[in-house]
């Protein structure tokens, strides 16, 4: 009985210390990077990748610390610029040129940017300091993202002759506007965090993302059977704290 009542009065304590610190931190701030993009199409388009911009505002609330791990929840709400951009060779692997292009000046070219505005909610853990310092992290989660508009930038002419055929006959997305306006996927990654006392955060991370949805239809009658979004992504964001929870052994 006494074993058992000491027991009853462990159990709490023990719970107690598994649940970790409390914070309560809030940062917002900016951000901006360097993506390159493709889309994997399904039957296959040779490409290479298509670089873009993006840059927008960021949030974060820092609720715990778990033994070492600092947890966080991240949002973001960015302008970004994707699409893909075609590898036009010949069954070599060389350029492919217009029969009248003498001197091989323009080899045929074909890409496609599809601006979009996209908000990702990433679940952080972080390693090291707080508040002054440097500290570790990674972070994963969903995507979404809101097509703007989209551009295209080529050379190709439909009936002019080329000096040797396309090794891809591929061609239907070269005529054919984004049909679905709503992407989604999954983007995970990691960086590294500076922390300046009356300055703010400084950060560097990579990127990957993954698209779960098509921007073409992706039935029987469709002529793809997928065209999901890839991307990798270089970022750099500053954060300053809006709200800091108030512990003198936080570092």
Request: positive net charge; contains cysteine.
């Amino acid at each position: 009985m006494r074993k058992l009542l000491i027991l009853l009065l462990l159990v709490p304590m023990m719970a107690k210390a598994q649940v970790g610190e409390y914070r309560s931190d809030f940062a917002v701030g900016v951000n901006g990077g360097y993506m390159m993009s493709q889309v994997s199409f399904q039957p296959e388009v040779p490409q290479g990748w298509l670089g873009g911009m993006t840059g927008g505002v960021s949030f974060r609330y820092t609720c715990e610390k778990y033994f070492k791990s600092i947890c966080a929840i991240v949002a973001e709400v960015n302008y970004a610029q994707m699409g893909w951009k075609e590898t036009i060779e010949d069954k070599d692997n060389n350029p492919v040129y217009y029969r009248d292009d003498e001197n091989k000046e323009n080899p045929l070219y074909y890409e496609r940017r599809i601006n979009y505005i996209q908000i990702p909610v990433m679940a952080r853990l972080g390693w090291g300091r707080e508040r002054k310092g440097v500290q570790a992290f990674f972070q994963l989660g969903p995507q979404i993202g809101i097509y703007i508009d989209e551009s295209t930038n080529t050379n190709i002419e439909p009936y002019r002759g080329t000096l040797t055929p396309r090794s891809s006959v591929v061609t239907a997305q070269e005529s054919m506007p984004v049909e679905n306006k709503f992407d989604y996927g999954i983007v995970g990654g990691a960086g590294i965090e500076f922390s300046l006392p009356k300055i703010g955060h400084i950060l560097l991370d990579a990127r990957y993302y993954f698209g779960l949805g098509n921007i073409y239809g992706n039935s029987k009658q469709d002529y793809f059977g997928k065209s999901n979004q890839q991307a990798i992504v270089i970022k750099m964001s500053y954060l300053f704290d809006i709200i800091k929870t108030k512990n003198s052994n936080i570092k």
